[in-house]
Each structure stands twice: as structure tokens, then as C-alpha cells.
């Protein structure tokens, strides 16, 4: 599975301005180039790399291997809309591949720049990671600060073949209600967030430039906020199902356009803006590089059906309940019904003898089932 991860270089004062220097070389190249590729009408990456690898040369100060990189950059650009002609920020990110970037012992990296290499020393949150570094790097200056976006390699686990599965419920007042009945609360989140929202409403009232960018500044620090959560989150899950042997089961909400009246009830809420797709997306991964299969199930029903007994009840709020008066389930945590709903239904997809179970009571139609074992 490829991943990247993120490092911070240390640079000293000199080299920080070699870095910058080599930047706006690379993009003041890459903007030849795309000038040449325009005026052209050539996109194709060897037939530009034809028409001015020599000038380009000639006339900027880069390595070979930086002006390859460049003209790779220039016509991947015109891969998306060759019917506007691409121009690059002076201080974009630039890409480095494993001829002109090396990883050294002692967390040093050595890298091209103008006048030569350079080895600045780095740091990196995620050292598990290092080992499978791989492949290319980009170089992005930030906030004064540059970072490496390092592409990197890491081997898929063994994915066991289960039966059980961990059904794991996305919305409402709770971000997330898992079938072991574990209740991540929105609580607390809602609370920064209304603290937050009030915070910036006092900002926003001033409307200087100073509160514009202070605005700005506050948006992304809420964004951080929530990744984290959602990566604890994740993490607990997946470590939950591995240390019970079981796989997970999530909704699949893919394609869905938030028209029914469930899909609305349950994203209105003050969760409404929450990046379940993250969420949804940090699971994936994490389940797939510790080998804990993950599957998705067609989200009908998942919130009307009893979970005991398959009949369809009646979901009003944070309360199911169910209709069949034989059942034992009078009424549970709707949230909780639901995640056992896609538990069962996990298990079910993965097992054609109680699949029958499901289909009985509903109709084939809208439970097709999705097996995606990612990358399997
Ligand atoms: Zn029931």
C-alpha cells in the first residue's frame, strides 16, 4: 500500500535560502517549459523533453535530473486540461526521485539544490514508517517552513479469512456506535465546536484583514483538531478487531445523494459537517496495514432492521424499536441496533448459508453485496 508521509527539514538559515532558491529555479523552468509545450502544442512528455531539454539546460541552473522531474511535472499538467495553458507558482512544491534526494543515517536527508547537494537533518513523526520509503518526494514550502511529502511502500499484512466482523454505525449524536458497543460521542466535539463557532462569530464581527487571517489561521487548526479525532478513533477500532481476531464491517455510503429521509435526519444534525470520508478513509488504511479485513455493506435497512430478529421496526431518533411482539428486543440504542445490523450483515455477505437470512425478509435488489477486501 503507498502512503505518504510527512517530513519536516531542519535547515540552516544558508540552506533554507538554497532550498528557496532551487524552488523558484525549478518552477521558473517548469514555466519555460510550459510556455514551449503550449506555443507546441506538444504535451507528450518525450516529445517535449525533444524540443527543449537542451535550452532549458543552457539556461536555467539545474541538475539533469531536476530538469527531467520538471518536464515530467509540465506534461503531467497538461494530462488533466490541455485547453489552458499551465503556469507554476513561484514557491509550489517541486518533486525529487531517489537520484537526487538520499536518506542518510541519523535522520539526515541528502538533496539537490542549486550550487550542489545539501544534508539537512529532519524530523518525522511516524518513524515506523521510514524503513519503506520509497519512490518519489515533493518539496513543499510552507508557513516558512519546508516538508517532504515522501512517498512510501508499506507491505500488506496477511488479511485473515473471518467470519465475525465488527459493525460500525457513522452519524447522528454519535460519530461512531460499534456492535462491542463502544460509543464514540460527539459530546465533547460538539462542545469545542459550538466554542469554536462562537469564537469565530466574535472574529468575523471586526471584519479587518487582521481577523480575515486570523480566520484562516483558526479554520485550519479546527481542521487538524478533527483529523486527530478521527484518527483515535480509527486507530481503536482497528486495534479492537484485531486483538479480537475479527474484521470490520462500515456502511457503504459511497454514491448515496443525502435525499432519503433517514440519510437526512441523521446528517443534519450538528455532525453534519463531520468528514465521515476521512473517517471512513483512515479505517481503510489503518485495517489494511495491520491485516484486518474490512467490508462494506449496502446501507438499506441497516437502521430499521432488528437486529434480533430481521423484522423492519420503527427508528425515531436515538431509539429503535422493534414491531415484532415475539422478539426479545423491545427497544435498544438505534445506533447500536444499526452496527449489529452490519455486523450480521458482514458475517452474512461472507457466509452464503446465512445470507439466506437476509435475503428472506428483503429484497436481493438493495442488499447487492460489496466484499471489498481492500486491495484483495
Ligand atoms: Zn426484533
Known amino acids: 500500500m503507498k502512503l505518504t508521509l510527512k517530513i519536516k527539514l531542519l535547515p540552516t538559515d544558508e540552506q533554507a535560502n538554497l532550498l528557496l532558491k532551487t524552488i523558484k529555479e525549478a518552477n521558473a523552468a517548469c514555466n519555460t517549459i510550459s510556455d514551449i509545450a503550449w506555443q507546441g502544442k506538444i504535451f507528450n512528455q518525450f516529445?517535449?523533453?525533444?524540443?527543449?531539454?537542451?535550452?532549458?539546460?543552457?539556461?536555467?541552473?539545474?541538475?539533469?535530473?531536476?530538469?527531467?522531474?520538471?518536464?515530467?511535472?509540465?506534461?503531467?499538467?497538461?494530462?488533466?486540461?490541455?485547453?489552458?495553458?499551465?503556469?507554476?507558482?513561484?514557491?509550489?512544491?517541486?518533486?525529487?526521485?531517489?537520484?537526487?534526494?538520499?536518506?542518510?543515517?541519523?535522520?539526515?536527508?541528502?538533496?539537490?539544490?542549486?550550487?550542489?547537494?545539501?544534508?539537512?537533518?529532519?524530523?518525522?513523526?511516524?518513524?515506523?514508517?521510514?524503513?519503506?520509503?520509497?519512490?518519489?518526494?515533493?518539496?513543499?514550502?510552507?508557513?516558512?517552513?519546508?516538508?517532504?511529502?515522501?512517498?512510501?511502500?508499506?507491505?500488506?499484512?496477511?488479511?485473515?479469512?473471518?467470519?465475525?466482523?465488527?459493525?460500525?454505525?457513522?452519524?447522528?449524536?454519535?460519530?461512531?456506535?460499534?456492535?462491542?458497543?463502544?460509543?464514540?460521542?460527539?459530546?465533547?466535539?460538539?462542545?469545542?465546536?459550538?466554542?469554536?463557532?462562537?469564537?469565530?462569530?466574535?472574529?468575523?464581527?471586526?471584519?479587518?484583514?487582521?481577523?480575515?487571517?486570523?480566520?484562516?489561521?483558526?479554520?485550519?487548526?479546527?481542521?487538524?483538531?478533527?483529523?486527530?479525532?478521527?484518527?483515535?478513533?480509527?486507530?481503536?477500532?482497528v486495534q479492537s478487531a484485531k486483538s479480537q481476531n475479527k474484521g470490520i464491517a462500515i456502511e457503504d455510503l459511497t454514491g448515496i445523494r443525502f435525499t432519503s429521509k433517514r440519510r437526512n435526519k441523521k446528517f443534519k444534525t450538528k455532525l453534519g459537517k463531520w468528514n465521515f470520508n476521512q473517517l471512513r478513509a483512515y479505517i481503510t488504511y489503518k485495517a489494511q496495514l495491520n491485516g484486518v479485513s474490512l467490508v462494506v455493506v449496502p446501507p438499506t435497512y441497516t437502521s430499521q432492521t432488528c437486529h434480533s430478529c430481521n423484522n423492519i421496526g420503527k427508528r425515531t431518533n436515538k431509539v429503535f424499536k422493534c414491531t415484532n411482539t415475539n422478539c426479545k428486543v423491545d427497544t435498544i440504542d438505534a445506533d447500536y441496533n444499526a452496527s449489529k445490523v452490519i455486523s450480521l450483515l458482514a458475517g452474512s455477505i461472507n457466509n452464503p448459508v446465512k445470507s439466506t437470512m437476509f435475503c428472506s425478509l428483503h429484497s436481493l435488489s438493495g442488499l447487492k453485496p460489496i466484499r471489498s477486501l481492500v486491495g484483495g
Open 47 to 237: 516529445k517535449i523533453h525533444n524540443r527543449c531539454y537542451y535550452g532549458i539546460k543552457s539556461s536555467f541552473n539545474l541538475s539533469s535530473q531536476v530538469i527531467v522531474r520538471c518536464i515530467s511535472k509540465v506534461s503531467d499538467s497538461y494530462k488533466i486540461d490541455c485547453k489552458v495553458k499551465r503556469t507554476f507558482k513561484e514557491l509550489g512544491g517541486i518533486t525529487y526521485d531517489p537520484r537526487i534526494l538520499t536518506y542518510k543515517p541519523n535522520d539526515i536527508v541528502s538533496l539537490w539544490a542549486i550550487d550542489g547537494r545539501i544534508k539537512i537533518p529532519f524530523v518525522c513523526h511516524n518513524r515506523n514508517y521510514l524503513p519503506y520509503i520509497k519512490g518519489e518526494a515533493d518539496l513543499v514550502y510552507k508557513k516558512g517552513k519546508f516538508y517532504l511529502f515522501q512517498t512510501v511502500e508499506v507491505p500488506d499484512a496477511d488479511i485473515a479469512d473471518i467470519e465475525k466482523f465488527i459493525g460500525v454505525d457513522f452519524g447522528l449524536t454519535t460519530i461512531a456506535y460499534t456492535s462491542d458497543n463502544v460509543e464514540f460521542s460527539a459530546d465533547e466535539l460538539n462542545k469545542y465546536r459550538e466554542h469554536r463557532q462562537k469564537v469565530r462569530s466574535s472574529i468575523q464581527s471586526k471584519c479587518t484583514r487582521n481577523s480575515r487571517k486570523l480566520l484562516k489561521r483558526l479554520s485550519g487548526k479546527e481542521r487538524t483538531h478533527s483529523s486527530i479525532v478521527n484518527h483515535t478513533i480509527a486507530k481503536q477500532i
